[in-house]
């Protein structure tokens, strides 16, 4: 079992036309690929969470029929069926969706209960069928 570490960072826009606005920063320390959103009044840490899921994990929510679950829409680009997660709906429904498909999502907060990271731990053993 494959364990991943996403660490979660917040700051606050200097930008010309964003000045002032929430960014949501989630880095995979395993591929060094940060997903990141901006703004405020949706659940930001679902969107990159989300984001994380949808690119590294496409093959089983498809498999998964995970399109059938809230914040998930399957589509088709040239003959090739994807699935695009709506993290906007919430953590909670990304981290069900992540059960789903054999991953244990476990939160790690500081003592004020702010969410710090995920240590996800891929359930499913490398080479056997995700479906």
Known sequence: METTYL???WSTSKGQS???????RLDDT?????????GGGYDM???????????NYQSRLIAHAASQHYGARMYEVN????????????????????ELIGLQVKVISDRKGRTLGFNVTDTIPQGWSTV
């Open 79 to 98: 003959g090739t069926k994807r699935i695009s997660l709506d993290g906007s709906c919430g953590i909670e429904t990304m981290r069900s969706l992540a």
């Open 30 to 38: 395993s591929t060094d690929k940060r997903y990141r959103c901006n």
């Open 7 to 9: 660490a979660v960072s």
């Open 45 to 55: 840490l679902g969107t990159v969470f989300g984001e994380w899921l949808q690119t």
């Open 18 to 24: 964003t000045y002032g606005y929430n960014i949501c």
